[in-house]
């Protein structure tokens, strides 16, 4: 069974020929020997509404700065970031960060989750949740609503974690870091 009505036409009389590699399009003869597209949909049914872009951050989508790259400038916007190379200047996304072991920034960061397994010189700003792995390091200053740190970690600066606002009424708990953890 064929997908499209053939005719007896020919490329050089002004018929039209699909490019390879993709399919057919479907046509019909008019009065003229002329070639015209097939309605797909009747009349009366109304055309799909179009797609609206998703948010990358539900789709567990994320950028990645590959290991051999050198960046700096700032990231913002929303969505999860992976970096694993060198980055230089702030970053502020609505969605997850992950400093990968290796990986290297100088600069600030404001984002939902920080893991870090690389290094940080820069201070961690009202993140729901830090996780330091084994091998990371912070030099700066913390503020979340719970921090992890693994052993053989290391950090230096002021921590601050479990707190809200001024509003919230919610203690705050504090610790200064200076070594190991």
């Known amino acids: 069974m064929a997908l499209w009505k053939e005719t007896p036409t020919s490329a050089a009389a002004g018929a039209v020929v699909p490019a390879a590699g993709s399919p057919p399009e479907r ?15 009747p009349d009366n049914v109304a055309a799909a509404p179009p797609r609206r872009p998703r948010d990358r951050a539900a789709d567990g989508v994320e950028s990645v700065i590959s290991g051999n ?27 997850n960060f992950n400093i990968e072991p290796g990986a290297h920034l100088t600069g600030a960061v404001a984002a939902g989750i920080v893991v ?16 330091v792995l084994d091998g990371g390091i912070i030099v700066g200053d913390v503020k979340a609503g719970s921090i992890t740190v693994a052993a053989g970690s290391r950090m230096r600066g002021h921590v601050e974690f479990g707190w809200e606002d001024e509003k919230g009424g919610k203690v705050v708990q ?4 200076g070594g190991s953890s």
């Open 69 to 95: 790259l050198t960046i700096e400038g700032k990231i913002e916007g929303a969505g999860n970031v992976r970096m694993a190379g060198r980055f230089k200047g702030d970053v502020r996304i609505d969605g």
């Open 116 to 131: 870090v397994g690389g290094e940080l010189q820069g201070n961690i700003e009202s993140a729901k949740r830090v996780d």
């Open 174 to 177: 504090s610790l200064t870091g």
């Open 27 to 41: 046509t019909t003869t008019t009065g003229n020997d002329r070639l015209t597209p097939e309605r797909s949909q």
